[in-house]
């Protein structure tokens, strides 16, 4: 079993930088894929980005390429998204998410463990 903590939101004017981490335990995290999602108020939740098990592939949501970078470190077992230029279209809570698989998927469907989600709100 994955255990997966998100860290590194908060409140954020527009045009801000944000650091999202996420710290998992609990088994063989260099070997799957991770990805990043979020959900706002009253939306489904949506993806934002994925890496896969190696950090050699990654994959973004139209809405975040060129302002969100996402990263791991494997010596770690941690995954990161380094969020640059937000909007206030960009609050939600976000969620880190683990997969057995390599390969990057961006639905959440095809994720096996969660985070409680970490709060993050661009203020106009």
């Known amino acids: 079993q994955v255990q997966l903590v998100e860290s590194g939101g908060g409140l954020v004017q527009a045009g801000g930088s944000l650091r999202l981490s996420c710290a998992a335990s609990g088994g063989t995290f260099s070997s799957g894929a991770m990805g990043w999602f979020r959900q706002a108020p009253g939306k489904e939740r949506e993806f934002v980005a994925g890496?896969?098990?190696?950090?050699?592939?990654?994959v973004y949501a139209d809405s975040v390429k060129g302002r969100f970078t996402i990263s791991r470190d494997n010596s770690k077992n941690a995954v990161y998204l380094q969020m640059s230029s937000l909007k206030p279209e960009d609050t939600a809570v976000y969620y880190c998410?683990?997969?057995?698989?390599?390969?990057?998927?961006?639905?959440?469907?095809?994720?096996?463990?969660w985070g409680q989600g970490t709060q993050v709100t661009v203020s106009s």
């Open positions: 890496i896969n098990w190696s950090g050699g592939r990654t």
């Open positions: 998410a683990s997969r057995v698989g390599v390969v990057v998927h961006t639905t959440d469907a095809g994720y096996n463990y």
